[in-house]
């Protein structure tokens, strides 16, 4: 394998001119909207807390890119191999079902956190947010569970498509 | 390390994790972040105006409306940017790693696109309970962050619009099958062992099947050689790593409608689940089902929820002080009145929102002055702005500036009373200054004094 289709200049690809200068006057744009971004930190932020953004900058990528993502590849991969034998639309409404749960367990786990300190304002927080995201796990099982009966129900009348995922 | 490079693209690569996916992720994140800049521009010229700035004071929701749509568009961009980063997590692993200077500054620019956009939602969404676990400061570094953010966004772009424009329709991007049409530019390379295993499926050889296995191991039976040579190329490779990558490879994709379906499902039933359960502190229908929101329409004193108590503004002494008296000045030449007298001007009613810049607001009754006609005790003309004190002993608001058209909207009051009744020292007893379509940090608490420029 060669590398000689990528390594032309990023560009050279445009189709036109009007399309090439397009695309040059939104990097200028751009990189001239992240210098001012990083002039107003620089003005606005003491040295010592932008030390603190960079920190925080590149914990979120460790923390996406090398943690998270690939759980949620192994996940994937592990899922289709164990279920050789189940249909692939059962194995992705799990999957969704996983994502949905996690994404609402990302926004809430932050409000619990914050509402297990002392508060000194009670109308910030004002709910019980453990048991209602531990409902609402609960409430995404069951409908997972509603969806997938329906799922198979429905291939089990259409013999037609029935597309395993082994 | 171009083959582990290789391996590792194959072994996260899905049916989902194409340049289709990215563009249709992409299109709905780039929305949204553009209505997340636009209104928060908005709402920071509203704090931090420019001397030549006037805002519209009509209708007077309007910064209800655009901060709700801020703060609520900023918690649906939690499962938009993760969709979108799934869909092109293979690309981490492009091999060669750098292709060219532009190239260089194209993941420079990409990096740095990712990790703001993950810093920025996660601290926007724990600004709105007032929970600040990190090292800086939230407000300059939001701001900040935001020009970053759509700055490479714009780069990114602009890098991407072959692609972009490539993949734009669906009826471009996939085959008669429904699979995914690869970039040409963008091509991983099948595996020898793959390709092998592809031959010997064209000659009619199931390598798995006992029957096969058994032929092979058979020192009579003569193989053909095609058949052979495959054979030996499609065996299990031997080391931990290249069996892990095997295993990979072996592991079934599943058919590419039945993941694209899911995949988009789960995006669409995730996006929806956060924005219905949390819209509710900004938007009335949705307050029934206000599940998730740090705040509850109707709960608090005057049934108006509090951003900043009066224990944390140290007024709950100078507030309560039977001889308290709103000062207003012009030059020398100044007028106090006391709360009785207050109460005993002309009192007028307004439907006005409190919206909180962390994304909260509620509609409420206020009754009070007029602030217009409080200028006029003291002869201010019609392009008179004002500075507002406040009995607060420090903060960032403790002092706010106040432009023109506020001053004069016959809706702006110095409120005495909120939902009918006197208001709380948690809103400000015992006045309180309250405009249409500004954010709730400048609806001053606890007045002091008010100067006429």
């Known amino acids: 394998m060669t590398a000689s289709a990528s390594s032309e200049s990023v560009l050279a690809t445009s189709p036109s001119r009007g399309v090439f200068i397009g695309r040059v006057a939104l990097i200028v744009f751009g990189a001239a909207l992240t210098l001012l971004g990083a002039y107003v930190m620089m003005t606005t932020v003491k040295p010592k807390n932008i030390v603190g953004v960079i920190t925080w900058l590149i914990g979120a990528l460790i923390l996406h890119d090398g943690i998270i993502s690939p759980i949620v590849v192994g996940i994937g991969i592990g ?4 279920g050789r034998r189940i249909p692939a639309s059962v194995l992705w409404i799990v999957q969704g079902a996983v994502f949905v749960g996690s994404v609402f367990t990302l926004v809430v786990v932050p409000e619990i956190i914050r509402k297990a300190k002392i508060p000194k304002n009670y109308t910030v927080l004002p709910f ?21 009966v329906v799922v198979l129900r429905v291939r089990r009348r259409s013999p037609v498509d029935h597309t395993p995922a082994a | 390390m171009r083959h582990l490079l290789f391996d590792l693209r194959r072994s996260v690569s899905s049916t989902n994790r194409n340049a289709r996916s990215a563009t249709v992720m992409g299109r709905l994140l780039g929305v949204a972040f553009v209505v997340c800049i636009l209104t928060g521009l908005y709402s920071h010229f509203l704090q931090q105006p420019y001397s030549w700035m006037h805002f519209p004071t009509h209708p007077v929701s309007l910064y209800k409306w655009s901060q709700g749509v801020h703060i609520t568009v900023g918690i649906a961009c939690f499962p938009l940017l993760l969709g979108k980063l799934y869909t092109i997590f293979p690309q981490l692993f492009q091999s060669p790693p750098i292709k060219s200077i532009g190239h260089v500054f194209e993941r420079a620019s990409i990096t740095l696109f990712v990790s703001s956009s993950l810093v920025q939602i996660f601290t926007g969404l724990l600004n709105t309970f007032q929970y600040y676990p990190w090292p800086f400061p939230f407000k300059q570094v939001h701001f900040a962050l935001s020009f970053v953010i759509i700055g490479s966004l714009a780069i990114h ?7 972009i424009t490539r993949y734009w329709t669906a009826k471009r991007s996939y085959d008669a099958n429904g699979e995914f049409i690869p970039p040409e530019s963008d091509l991983v390379p099948v595996t020898p062992r793959k390709q092998a295993l592809e031959r010997l499926a064209a000659l009619g050889v199931d390598p798995t099947s006992a029957a096969f296995q058994r032929d092979l191991d058979d020192p009579t039976v003569v193989l053909d050689a095609e058949v052979s040579s495959a054979a030996f190329e499609a065996r299990r490779p031997k080391g931990f790593v290249a069996r892990i990558f095997a295993w990979i490879d072996d592991t079934p994709s599943s058919p590419a409608k039945t993941s694209r379906r899911g995949f988009f499902t789960a995006v669409t039933a995730s996006t929806v689940g956060v924005v219905a359960l949390t819209a509710g502190q900004s938007f009335k229908p949705f307050d029934t089902i206000n599940v998730l929101a740090p705040r509850q329409q109707g709960l608090g004193p005057n049934d108006l929820p509090i951003n900043r108590t009066a224990a944390a503004a140290q007024v709950l002494e100078t507030a309560m002080d039977p001889n308290w008296g709103l000062t207003i000045s012009k030059g020398a030449f100044s007028v106090r009145l006391s709360a009785a007298q207050l109460l005993a001007l002309p009192q007028h009613q307004a439907d006005l929102p409190i919206s909180c810049v962390e994304g909260w607001s509620q509609m409420a009754t206020w009754r009070g002055v007029r602030l217009v006609d409080l200028v006029a005790l003291v002869d201010a003309d019609a392009s008179a702005s004002l500075k507002v004190t406040s009995l607060e002993k420090k903060g960032g608001y403790r002092i706010m500036m106040m432009g023109s058209e506020y001053v004069h909207d016959p809706n702006t009051l110095v409120a005495t009373h909120l939902n009918g009744e006197r208001l709380d020292i948690e809103h400000g007893y015992p006045a309180r200054m309250i405009a249409p379509g500004r954010p709730g940090v400048l609806q001053t608490k606890w007045l002091s004094t008010l100067e006429v420029l």
């Open chain 1, 128 to 148: 019980d947010y453990a048991p209602r995201l531990a409902i609402l796990w609960g409430v995404i099982v069951v409908l997972t569970a509603v969806v997938i």
């Open chain 2, 157 to 163: 772009i602009a890098l991407k619009l072959p692609l």
């Open chain 1, 79 to 82: 899922l289709k191999r164990v």
